[in-house]
Each structure stands twice: as structure tokens, then as C-alpha cells.
């Protein structure tokens, strides 16, 4: 409750924290250690059995994150005398860089050519063909996380603004400008299940911005398939993803000399050092934007 409730925590991130601290609570009965002592060094005895595992960085900052959030809980609620998790190292963060496309790769994949109809009969490609093009339009042209387009309602859209209004990570609701390109893309598919994008909510429910076949919102997981096809058809292989087009709609903006602070609130990022990653790809177009605006460069 404490982590829907007040840190407004995903579902996936809450089963996370329910099966990282099922484990730790298990460590603790197995190894008959009560309540009054989880210590410092008990929790060093455990997390250094969980480090022998081979987890991914990420997992292991995870199960960090979780148990620290639930000792800290603890205390707050007078159940620990103290935080043993005070001055507890945690491992380092692993810092990659993404895969990003070429500004030409991202455009041959919006516009990777229609698939081949099945069984010859001279059907139409596919019936989303104009949604499919529509998400990756939209993509590439805001970078969203592909869960936050899925939940997008057709009111969330601005056409008269050319702004889309977007519910992130931990409930923060941004407002993100979106392109020329992607508006006429989301018109032309709405106006293919019958909704006029430009006509006012009537107080009516939300309506899903992407649907299914069955009439169903769109999930994070067709998405996905969404991308992987046209990505196949632009002759680029099935190793680009939706968060590809996320990585390359940041990269791509800092090359053309988007402020970096512009682009941290486009994408939604809490801390201004998540975003920094993305100049480590564009060092050689930074220096251009140097030596082209700098008086004595």
C-alpha cells in the first residue's frame, strides 16, 4: 500500500519490491534472525549471497533500492530502532550507451514499406497499416517510453497545439511538442476508425489513441511487434525496439543543438544526469555546434 499509496509505484515495480523482499524476509527466517537484529552486518551477509547470483547491475541496484525503501519504511514506523541502510554501499550504476539509430535509419524505418499481403489474394497489407505508421511517427517524433504511448487517449493529443500531454513515471504528467509529420500520421489514422481528432470531448469516456483488432487499447507488447516489422522491412534486422527510436529522437535533438535541460523534461527524466548519457554519442556534433557559435572558436 505504501508504495502504490505514496511513491505512486508501477505495477511492475511494486511486484519487483514483493519478490525481492519475499527472498530477503525468507534469508532471515532461514537464518533465524529476528526483527531487532537486522543489522548492518546481517545485511551484508545477504546482499553479498545475492551478489554471487550473476544478476544483471540492474538487478542487483534494484534489490538495493527495494530493501533499503523497506528498512527505511520500518524505521519511519518505529518498527527498527534505527536505519541500518545508512552509509550502506550499493553497487555501481552501469552506465551503457544506447543503440541509436542514423537519422536516415529512423526515417527508412516510419517509412519501411507496406508487408507483402499473405495468400496472394490482393489484400490490403494490413488493416492498422495507418495506426502502425501513426505509433512509429509518434515514436520517433516525442520520444515517449512505449508504455506511455500505449496508455495515450486520443484527448491527451493537442492538434490545435501541436502538443501531446503524457502521464510518466511516478504519476509526473508532462506536456511534450509534437511534430508536423506525426500529427498528420495521427490524423489520417483516426480518421480511419471515424474519430474526427479535431472535434471537442463531449464528457464522454477517454478514448485509447491505438487500438487492436478486437477494438481493444493497443498494448506496450504489439507495440513492440510494431516496431520489430518495420525495422525487418527497412532491412535493418529485428535488434531495433521501440526505446531505439527513444534513444535516437534524444540523440538527434542534442546533434542540432536541442538545450540538454530541453530534452531531459521531453523525455521525462527526473534527474538531469539519466538524460547526460546521450552527449557521450554526440561529441563530434557538439564540437561542431562549438566551433560554429563560439566568437573565437
Not at 76 to 88: N, Y
Not at 209 to 229: I, P
Request: charged share 30%; hydrophobic share 35%.
Amino acid at each position: 500500500m505504501y508504495l502504490r499509496g505514496e511513491r505512486n509505484a508501477s505495477p511492475h515495480t511494486i511486484r519487483a519490491y514483493e519478490s525481492d523482499l519475499s527472498e530477503f524476509i525468507d534469508f532471515a527466517i532461514k537464518a533465524r534472525v529476528g526483527l531487532e537484529i537486522w543489522d548492518r552486518p546481517f545485511l551484508r551477509r545477504y546482499l553479498a549471497l545475492v551478489g554471487d547470483h550473476r544478476q544483471s547491475r540492474n538487478t542487483l541496484l534494484r534489490r538495493h533500492a527495494s530493501l533499503r525503501s523497506f528498512l527505511k519504511f520500518l524505521h519511519r514506523e518505529k518498527l527498527l530502532s534505527s536505519d541500518p541502510t545508512v552509509d550502506l554501499p550499493s553497487p555501481r550504476r552501469e552506465r551503457r550507451l544506447p543503440g541509436v539509430l542514423s537519422e536516415a535509419q529512423a526515417v527508412s524505418v516510419i517509412e519501411a514499406p507496406p508487408p507483402i499481403p499473405s495468400g496472394g489474394r490482393g489484400r490490403p497489407p494490413t488493416p492498422d497499416l495507418e495506426r502502425d505508421r501513426a505509433a512509429l511517427e509518434l515514436l520517433y517524433s516525442t520520444g515517449l517510453r512505449v508504455g506511455e504511448l500505449a496508455s495515450l487517449n486520443v484527448e491527451d493529443v493537442d492538434f490545435w497545439g501541436g502538443t501531446l500531454r503524457v502521464l510518466g513515471k511516478g504519476g509526473r504528467e508532462r506536456v511534450v511538442p509534437v511534430g508536423g509529420k506525426a500529427l498528420d500520421a495521427l490524423k489520417e489514422a483516426l480518421a480511419k476508425r471515424g474519430v474526427d481528432p479535431l472535434a471537442r470531448p463531449d464528457g464522454r469516456a477517454a478514448r485509447p489513441l491505438f487500438l487492436n483488432r478486437r477494438g481493444g487499447r493497443l498494448t506496450s507488447r504489439a507495440l513492440y511487434d510494431v516496431v520489430h516489422s518495420a525495422s525487418q522491412r527497412a532491412g535493418l534486422g529485428a535488434g531495433i525496439h521501440p526505446h531505439t527510436l527513444r534513444h535516437s529522437f534524444a540523440t538527434h535533438l542534442l546533434n542540432r543543438g536541442c538545450d540538454l535541460r530541453a530534452v531531459q523534461e521531453m523525455l521525462g527524466h527526473k534527474s538531469l544526469s539519466t538524460t547526460q548519457i546521450y552527449t557521450h554519442l554526440s561529441k563530434d556534433q557538439l564540437k561542431k555546434v562549438y566551433d560554429r557559435s563560439h566568437p573565437r572558436a
